[in-house]
């Protein structure tokens, strides 16, 4: 943690030079370009291992390896254009099984990290997704669950038993300032209908960089630090009352979880929600 | 024997009381289950489940769904 804020300081302190500030502008608008074209090559790659004759469920640990990479590479060509810089902690990949991935989510790329450094995440995406053209053979071969699905906590039971991890960011989208914490119930809903425990990622980006509300094109003054830290699992029976109503399970789970994060997280300037129309 | 509408206006302030941790100054009968209240659709069916069980009547989850404040849900009882 140390660490962290040593270098966290150091970047603040540090004056971004003008040319430096225009070099990492070009290299934002690269990587734009290369996710644009890179999202169409994961598309071009995925028949390719859809027509290997194996089975189903080869496929798909198939699919979300080469997802898991593609985001790694992505992130690793970012790091090295000088853009950003990234620590994961403990290690750089963690390998649960059947639990819930939760996490807080100051920027767009938090999603890109823990795809990177989570085996066999299974994500809840939108349905929109599973239509079209261009993530509809990712989704399903990926054998994501859509947010529409009908009978979703089944569906959550059954991936979990199996040992898939769930990914879910409690605040739902990505928050306006880091101590926000405007967690909904919808893990602890999860957590709690399927009997699943809780592995949580500690997210910090500094200073917030590609955040809600933001124009694609603005960049902050220096390259921002993202650090991810893989915190103790939690045993969702220790935090609830097991004999209170559902309803009240929900709640306690739901403000542990947001007790966990708060200890963490110190005020950032607040990106007021009216700015970000 | 049918119930008063105080008496079920009271009983669904108990159900939410007990459910939701709601402060039983809170809930006027116009007050809006999920903007005012905090209750997501989670929580709207372990309601249902809640009343139905005591009611020992059918409630037609459709409608009950649809209602918006505490009244709304008096409303549904009361026609039960």
Redesign the interface.
Same mark, same amino acid.
């Given at each position: 943690m140390d660490n962290y804020n040593n270098m966290e300081s150091l970047q603040l302190s540090a004056k971004s030079h003008p040319a430096n500030t225009l070099y990492r502008a070009l290299g934002t608008a690269f990587c734009y370009a290369l996710f644009g074209l890179g999202a169409p090559m994961v598309s071009i790659i995925l028949p390719v291992v859809n027509a290997i004759p194996m089975s189903g469920a080869q496929k798909k640990q198939w699919t979300r390896a080469i997802i898991s990479k593609s985001c790694m590479f992505y992130l690793n060509t970012m790091k090295n254009l000088g853009l950003l810089t990234y620590s994961i902690r403990p290690t750089s990949t963690i390998a649960p099984k059947g639990k819930i991935i939760i996490a807080n989510h100051p920027s767009l790329l938090d999603a890109f990290f823990i795809l990177g450094m989570c085996k066999n995440l299974c994500c809840i995406t939108k349905s929109a997704l599973w239509k079209n053209p261009f993530t509809a053979l990712i989704v399903r071969m990926a054998d994501y669950i859509p947010n529409d699905c009908e009978d979703f906590i089944q569906e959550a039971k059954k991936r979990l038993s199996e040992g898939e991890n769930i990914l879910i960011f409690p605040e739902g989208t990505r928050n306006y300032y880091d101590d926000q914490l405007d967690f #909904?119930?919808g893990a602890a809903?999860i957590a709690i209908l399927t009997e699943s425990d809780i592995v949580p990622i500690l997210i910090k980006c500094a200073p917030r960089a590609m955040q809600k509300g933001e124009k694609f094109y603005s960049i902050p003054a220096v390259a921002p630090l993202f650090s991810f830290d893989v915190l103790k699992t939690i045993e969702i029976k220790k935090h609830i009352k097991l004999d209170s109503? #559902?309803?009240?399970q929900?709640?306690q789970l739901t403000r542990y979880l947001i007790d966990t994060y708060r200890p963490h997280l110190t005020k950032t300037e607040r990106l007021k929600p009216s700015d970000a129309a | 024997m049918k119930k008063s509408r105080p008496e079920v206006e009271q009983y669904i302030k108990e159900v939410l009381v007990e459910l939701f941790e709601i402060d039983e100054a809170e809930l006027k009968p116009d007050a809006r289950l999920y903007e005012d209240l905090d209750i997501d659709s989670i929580d709207a069916v372990e309601m249902l489940i809640e009343i139905k069980k005591t009611s020992k009547k059918d409630i037609n989850p459709e409608q009950f769904s649809e209602a918006k404040t505490l009244n709304d849900i008096v409303d549904i009882v009361l026609h039960l």
């Amino acid at each position: 943690m140390d660490n962290y804020n040593n270098m966290e300081s150091l970047q603040l302190s540090a004056k971004s030079h003008p040319a430096n500030t225009l070099y990492r502008a070009l290299g934002t608008a690269f990587c734009y370009a290369l996710f644009g074209l890179g999202a169409p090559m994961v598309s071009i790659i995925l028949p390719v291992v859809n027509a290997i004759p194996m089975s189903g469920a080869q496929k798909k640990q198939w699919t979300r390896a080469i997802i898991s990479k593609s985001c790694m590479f992505y992130l690793n060509t970012m790091k090295n254009l000088g853009l950003l810089t990234y620590s994961i902690r403990p290690t750089s990949t963690i390998a649960p099984k059947g639990k819930i991935i939760i996490a807080n989510h100051p920027s767009l790329l938090d999603a890109f990290f823990i795809l990177g450094m989570c085996k066999n995440l299974c994500c809840i995406t939108k349905s929109a997704l599973w239509k079209n053209p261009f993530t509809a053979l990712i989704v399903r071969m990926a054998d994501y669950i859509p947010n529409d699905c009908e009978d979703f906590i089944q569906e959550a039971k059954k991936r979990l038993s199996e040992g898939e991890n769930i990914l879910i960011f409690p605040e739902g989208t990505r928050n306006y300032y880091d101590d926000q914490l405007d967690f #909904k119930r919808g893990a602890a809903n999860i957590a709690i209908l399927t009997e699943s425990d809780i592995v949580p990622i500690l997210i910090k980006c500094a200073p917030r960089a590609m955040q809600k509300g933001e124009k694609f094109y603005s960049i902050p003054a220096v390259a921002p630090l993202f650090s991810f830290d893989v915190l103790k699992t939690i045993e969702i029976k220790k935090h609830i009352k097991l004999d209170s109503p #559902k309803t009240l399970q929900y709640r306690q789970l739901t403000r542990y979880l947001i007790d966990t994060y708060r200890p963490h997280l110190t005020k950032t300037e607040r990106l007021k929600p009216s700015d970000a129309a | 024997m049918k119930k008063s509408r105080p008496e079920v206006e009271q009983y669904i302030k108990e159900v939410l009381v007990e459910l939701f941790e709601i402060d039983e100054a809170e809930l006027k009968p116009d007050a809006r289950l999920y903007e005012d209240l905090d209750i997501d659709s989670i929580d709207a069916v372990e309601m249902l489940i809640e009343i139905k069980k005591t009611s020992k009547k059918d409630i037609n989850p459709e409608q009950f769904s649809e209602a918006k404040t505490l009244n709304d849900i008096v409303d549904i009882v009361l026609h039960l």
